[in-house]
T-cell receptor
């Protein structure tokens, strides 16, 4: 079945860039997502990318997709303390009948 | 504004009790989902529904039940058969094109006392 893997923890200094990595196994993945979860809250969709794209940029966020290696990354430029949260990678096939498969989440800690 | 509302935010259950968690959406989404999240862990799928009056078991359905009588509502009942119910429960609904992503509620934290 589908599997999505992430490292558990990342610590960066405020103002530096953060890079959170994700690998997935389903070669039929069409949509890939990044979600953010703050303590005690639900998940918030940050950005998504279609599998026919290599890169997507949205303000401080850059998503890179290497479809050959099934590797997805999220870069956060100029990381702030408010970026401290858990970041989940997820993948899905086309259509609402398909479920999202989530990774285990990467906890990002931003230090001063 | 459209969104998903989960209630209550905190819920306490005594041993042997059934409790029901509410999930309501006004996004006109067809598909809805229930996940369980334990401390330091990812999301595990309990049940999902792609259309009214139909639902399927997820990966950890034992001890839980759901209903989908209305498009807007997908309540989850945690029964006494669920031996370790203390967790954070998240409800989500799935968007349509272009991104087909999930919109999540703010969660219900259930504690057994």
């Amino acid at each position: 079945g589908e599997d999505v893997e992430q490292s558990l923890f990342l610590s960066v200094r405020e103002g530096d860039s953060s890079v959170i990595n994700c690998t997935y196994t389903d070669s039929s993945s069409t949509y890939l997502y990044w979600y953010k979860q703050e303590p005690g809250a639900g998940l918030q969709l940050l950005t998504y990318i279609f599998s026919n794209m290599d890169m997507k940029q949205d303000q401080r966020l850059t998503v890179l997709l290497n479809k050959k290696d099934k590797h997805l990354s999220l870069r956060i430029a100029d990381t702030q303390t408010g970026d401290s949260a858990i970041y989940f990678c997820a993948e899905s096939r086309t259509g609402t009948a398909s479920k999202l498969t989530f990774g285990t989440g990467t906890r990002l800690q931003v230090t001063l | 504004d459209g969104g998903i509302t989960q209630s209550p935010k905190y819920l306490f259950r005594k041993e042997g009790q059934n409790v029901t968690l509410s999930c309501e959406q006004n996004l006109n989404h067809d598909a809805m989902y229930w996940y369980r999240q334990d401390p330091g862990q990812g999301l595990r799928l309990i049940y999902y529904s792609q259309i009214v009056n139909d639902f399927q078991k997820g990966d950890i359905a034992e001890g839980y039940s759901v209903s989908r009588e209305k498009k807007e509502s997908f309540p989850l009942t945690v029964t006494s058969a669920q031996k370790n119910p203390t967790a954070f429960y998240l409800c989500a609904s799935r968007d349509r094109a272009p991104n087909y992503g999930y919109t999540f509620g703010s969660g219900t934290r259930l504690t057994v006392v």
